[in-house]
């Protein structure tokens, strides 16, 4: 059960980093208003995603813990990873600060964990 847990939280971030460098793409290519629809729902998909995480690791209290806040952890670096290449793609402006902030939330969650 754990060996499948890992796989599925690794095929998940493999999904995820896919699916940065396809949303990269299309924020470069497309409209905003294009690009903001694919977003969302590849939010969904990620929400929905984590449920089946947290649903298969019920029975196990330790993987059950520990899939949420990994998961839930790379959830907000991959969401915040979002917000700040789409402000920095469409305003132009560099960023350092969101950079700064991602990292900060990252390690935060890290030492939580």
Request: charged share 5%; net charge positive; aromatic share 8%.
């Amino acid at each position: 059960m754990v060996i499948i847990i890992v796989i599925i939280i690794i095929v998940v971030n493999i999904i995820i980093l896919i699916i940065i460098i396809v949303v990269v793409v299309i924020m470069t290519t497309t409209s905003t208003t294009t690009a903001n629809i694919i977003i969302i729902i590849i939010i969904i998909i990620i929400i929905l995603v984590v449920v089946v995480i947290v649903v298969v690791t019920r029975g196990y209290t330790f993987m059950h813990e520990y899939a949420c806040v990994y998961v839930c952890m790379h959830i907000c670096m991959y969401v915040c990873v979002y917000v700040c290449m789409y402000v920095s793609i469409f305003t132009s402006k560099t960023s350092k600060t969101c950079d700064n902030i991602c990292i900060r939330t990252y390690v935060s969650i890290h030492l939580c964990v």
